[in-house]
């Protein structure tokens, strides 16, 4: 066989638009109770998706999840985890490390999506934080070793997200990950919400800009009086 027989019988090239059926997957949203958390719950369930919001108290959780409807569910962080196929970390950065600690039994085994900011906040306005292992991802996947750690949703309005009256986000969802199987998944998830696109964004060694962007999108929010997202075009 020659080589050019060879080439001749490679498998085309994937569309990186053929994405998963994600519908019938459970998503878990740990922090489900704060802005960013429980804008996502909301949008996704809408959607159609399962959604199950996490709080360190059973309490609120169910508070919330009575409040968004769409037959969300609410339960503690642990039982969230334990129950949930995806599980998105919107926690505040100050409770990331030890929340992810605590849980690494009940994530063992799941897709788990981060998209916690580390920021800092002066006079001066919003600045970027970077964590020992690099960014939030990165410390996620330390912490998580027996989770496939991806990163996403770190740029979305909380404001928009949560607002009942907007129809779609326009906004692009950059999606980061080692697994590419891993990352069309949330990039479909991304999908179903109206307006959204997921985009492979590349590893998780190159989450720590991402997350840095919001500290700039801040700024542009605050200048331009507004809820600003991202178009990546060209794909």
Known sequence: MTSTDSAAQKAPAKDPWDLPDVSGLVVGVLGGTGPQGKGLAYRLAKAGQRVIVGSRAAERAEAAAAELGYGVEGADNAETAR?????????????????????????????????????????????????????????????????????????????????????????????????????????????????????????LRNAHQVESLVANIISVNRRYKAHAGLRVTDV
Not at 89 to 107: K, N, Y
């Open 83 to 203: 129950r949930s196929d995806v599980v998105i970390v919107a926690v505040p950065w100050d409770g990331h490390g030890e929340t992810l600690q605590s849980l690494r039994g009940e994530l063992a085994g799941k897709l788990v999506v981060d998209c916690v900011n580390p920021l800092g906040f002066d006079k001066k306005g919003a600045y970027a934080l970077k964590p020992e292992e690099g960014s939030a991802a990165e410390q996620a996947a330390a912490l998580l070793p027996d989770s496939r750690v991806t990163a996403a949703f770190h740029h979305l309005s909380a404001v928009l997200l949560q607002d009942p009256e907007i129809a779609e986000i326009d906004t692009d969802v950059m999606v980061l990950g080692e697994a590419r199987a891993d990352v069309e998944t949330v990039q479909a998830l991304a999908g179903r919400i109206p307006g959204m696109r997921g985009i492979f964004a590349g590893r």
